[in-house]
Nanobody
């Protein structure tokens, strides 16, 4: 089992920045591909970024968001710059066996953290 706890969400103005963190506990963190997904009200969950053997980003965040991991701290981060109102969503951290853009590929999920970007 892997437990994931996100933090760092909040309210920010358009153009601002936030850094999300996801702390993992349980089995060996370094063996997992880690990802961030988000879900806006009334919309389906969507892939944001993933890090494992490769690093991958959704086109909508490429160049603005950066995913990174610190295996010594069992933590994955999402640095979000140049935020837009359309980035408003609940952001979820996920752990799985391989990097993927598909949610079902990830076996473990955090509870989510709210990010709100005001215009």
């Amino acid at each position: 089992q892997v437990q994931l706890v996100e933090s760092g969400g909040g309210l920010v103005q358009a153009g601002g920045s936030l850094r999300l963190s996801c702390a993992a506990s349980g089995r060996t963190f370094r063996n997992y591909a880690m990802a961030w997904f988000r879900q806006a009200p009334g919309k389906e969950r969507e892939f944001v970024a993933a890090v494992g053997v490769i690093t991958d980003y959704a086109d909508s965040v490429k160049g603005r968001f950066t995913i990174s991991r610190d295996n010594a701290k069992n933590t994955v981060y999402l640095q979000m710059n140049s935020l837009k109102p359309e980035d408003t969503a609940v952001y979820y951290c996920a752990a799985g066996s391989a990097t993927s853009r598909s949610g079902p590929s990830y076996a473990y999920w955090g509870q989510g953290t709210q990010v709100t970007v005001s215009s």
